[in-house]
């Protein structure tokens, strides 16, 4: 049996492999002590959620996700939360090294794949104040619009944020268009490599 403590709030406290099943667990902090006492005797309580290697098609490890992802099934997927990268690296290494018979594979996500997330972000923010800038340029040009109903929905969210003029706007999406292109950035700079073990299936 081996076993983690990992000791960040809100994830999981205990990472086990034992019995040829990889098992996790979210403790409170009255209880860590006891279940490091039972798992010091070499027993893991039914609080446990385990997948049996045998399950696993993939076991996922990326520097810039703080999970590792346990993929069995056909779509089924199981995420370890542990943000601590050295820890995280430390529990891939060791079932990389340890568990059932295995490939290894290192593949660098794409661009697009690296920039996905902030971009569609960016792209719905660009559609989203560009139909508040349409009823603007209406507004500015004598044409103003009224939504009738009691769920006026996305034409009277744009109809009410133009009725709060440019300069009202401006403020809104400017920093959040700017933060997107950042964090746009960001992710194309970072490490975009997936490591995954992958196990035969028989």
């Known amino acids: ?13 205990f990472i086990v492999h034992a019995d040829k099943k990889i098992y996790r667990l979210r403790a409170k902090p009255e209880e860590i002590i006891d279940i490091r006492q ?19 098609r993939y076991v996922e490890f990326q520097e810039t996700e703080p999970v590792l992802s346990l993929h069995y099934g056909k779509e089924t997927e199981d995420k370890i939360l542990v943000s601590d990268l050295p820890l995280r690296r430390e529990i891939f290494e060791y079932f990389r090294a340890h568990t ?4 290894y594979e290192a593949k660098r996500k794409t ?13 719905v923010l660009l559609i989203f104040g ?11 040009q004598g044409n103003y619009y009224t939504v009738e109903g009691s769920n006026p929905g996305i034409m009277g969210l744009f109809i009410g944020l133009a009725e709060l003029g440019v300069v009202f706007n401006a403020l809104i999406f400017l920093p ?27």
């Open 130 to 140: 560009g139909g508040v800038a349409f009823f603007i340029r209406e507004a500015m």
């Open 38 to 56: 039972q798992l010091d005797k070499g027993r893991v309580n039914d609080k446990f959620m385990g997948v049996p290697e045998s399950y696993l």
């Open 1 to 13: 049996m081996k076993y983690w403590i990992n000791r960040t709030p809100k994830e999981h406290t």
């Open 176 to 202: 959040l268009t700017g933060l997107c292109l950042y964090l746009m950035m960001r992710a194309s700079e970072k490490n975009g490599v997936v490591e995954r073990i992958l196990y035969k299936r028989y």
């Open 100 to 103: 059932g018979e295995h490939t």
């Open 111 to 123: 661009l697009f794949a690296r920039i996905r997330k902030p971009g569609i972000a960016l792209l």
